[in-house]
Every structure is written in C-alpha cells, then in structure tokens.
C-alpha cells in the first residue's frame, strides 16, 4: 500500500536557525498538504500543493513539491519558539489521505 | 460553528470491552475520517466516508467499525478492546474529499488495560 515517509523524526535547533523536513511517498501523488501539531493538540492545516514542482511561500515557512509528485519538503527560515511541534505531510490518492511519519521540532530560546 | 467535536476526551477501557467514540461535525462536510496516533508512527487512518451511507477502509481497519447514518455523525466503535488499541484518537472532516483541508477534533485518548 501507500507510504508516505518524513526524515528526520526529530531535530533540535537554537532559535534563529533554520529548518527544513521532508516528505517522501512510495507512489505519485495528486497533492500533498502540510500539517502542524502543537504538543497536546491537533493537527491544524498549514497548505496544500497541488502542481508539479510548486512552490509556496508562508512569511517564513517554505513548501515545495517535487517534479515527479513523489516527494515535499517543509523549510524554515530563522526558527522561533513558536515553532514548536510536529510537522506532518499528508499525501492524497484516491479519497485517502496518508498522513508521514511526523518530524518534531524542538526550539531553544 | 463548534467545528469538529468528539467525546469522550479520555477513556479507560479493560481488555475485551467495547465502546464507541462519538464524532459530529455541524460544517456539512460530505468526507470523514478517523486516524490513530501513536508514538514514532503519525497518523494512520482507519476508516473513511466521502458520505452519508458510504465507509471504506484505510490503512489499520481491523478492530474497528463504522457507520455514516447521518452527514453529521462518524462513530468509531471498537468491538473487543485490546491493549493494542492504546492511542490518541483523531476524527477529521472536510467539505468534499482529501482534495480540501481536513479539520480535525480535539481527539480522544483511549487507554486499553
């Protein structure tokens, strides 16, 4: 079946440096969204691609798609502790959606 | 609007017992879905409905059920409870299929003994 795949599963980093997480999936897909997930929360939407290598920008969070709709990657510039969390991809194919394996970002002040 | 609501907001169950987990929208979202999370795994979903009448299922169905008697309601039940089943529950819903942003509930922590 699908997989969809996030490395790495975890990353510290000091305020201020950046961070970037990707997403691969086994099988091509029809888009692919982005999720954030506080501690002790629930995943709330962040963006959706849709278009072979798409490209989104939000203030400091970068979203890419790959060209073959197999891969995406999540970056931040200039992390803050607000940053905190987990950052899921979700890939859709066929009234599913198969969410990654998460990546937790610890920030340090 | 109240979004996506779901209870209980916690719940301990002992080996062998069954309970369901209630889900209700009030957003008219035609699709619905329940994923579990566990440690080191990410979200993993169970069953779905593009709508009322009509469930498929997803990547980790066995132990589960489901019904869509209603646009509102997406109740998972768990027919024998095992201690497998210890997660944090997740329904979502969105207005037509994966294509839209999916709105997910609080979330229901089960504990299976």
């Known amino acids: 079946g699908q997989q969809v795949m996030q490395i790495p599963q975890y990353?510290?980093?000091?305020?201020?440096?950046?961070?970037?997480?990707?997403?691969?999936?086994?099988?091509t897909l029809s888009n692919i969204q982005w999720y954030k997930q506080r501690p002790g929360g629930h995943p709330v939407f962040l963006i959706q691609l849709v278009k072979s290598g798409e490209v989104k920008k939000q203030k400091r969070l970068t979203f890419q798609f790959g060209e073959a709709k197999k891969n995406s990657s999540l970056h931040i510039t200039a992390t803050q502790t607000?940053?905190?969390?987990?950052y899921f991809c979700a890939g859709g194919a066929t009234n599913?959606?198969?969410?990654?394996?998460g990546t937790l970002l610890?920030?340090?002040? | 609007n109240a979004g996506v609501?779901?209870?209980p907001k916690f719940?301990?169950?002992?080996?062998?017992?069954s309970m369901t987990l209630q889900c209700a929208q009030d957003m008219n979202h035609e699709y619905m879905s329940w994923y579990r999370q566990d440690p080191g795994m990410g979200l993993r979903l169970i069953?779905?409905?593009?709508?009322?009448g009509i469930t498929d299922q997803g990547e980790v169905p066995n132990g589960y059920n489901v019904s869509r008697s209603t646009t509102e309601d997406f109740p998972l039940?768990?027919?024998s409870a095992a201690p497998s089943q210890t997660s944090v529950y997740f329904c979502a819903s969105s207005p037509a299929y994966t294509g839209d942003e999916q709105f997910f509930g609080p979330g229901t922590r089960l504990t299976v003994l």
């Open chain 1, 82 to 86: 607000t940053d905190v969390g987990t």
């Open chain 2, 11 to 17: 719940q301990v169950l002992k080996t062998g017992q």
């Open chain 1, 106 to 109: 610890a920030v340090q002040p």
């Open chain 1, 11 to 27: 990353q510290h980093v000091q305020e201020g440096e950046d961070f970037t997480t990707y997403c691969n999936s086994s099988t």
């Open chain 2, 77 to 79: 039940r768990l027919l």
């Open chain 1, 96 to 101: 599913k959606l198969i969410f990654g394996t």
């Open chain 2, 47 to 52: 069953h779905y409905s593009v709508g009322a």
């Open chain 2, 5 to 7: 609501t779901q209870t």
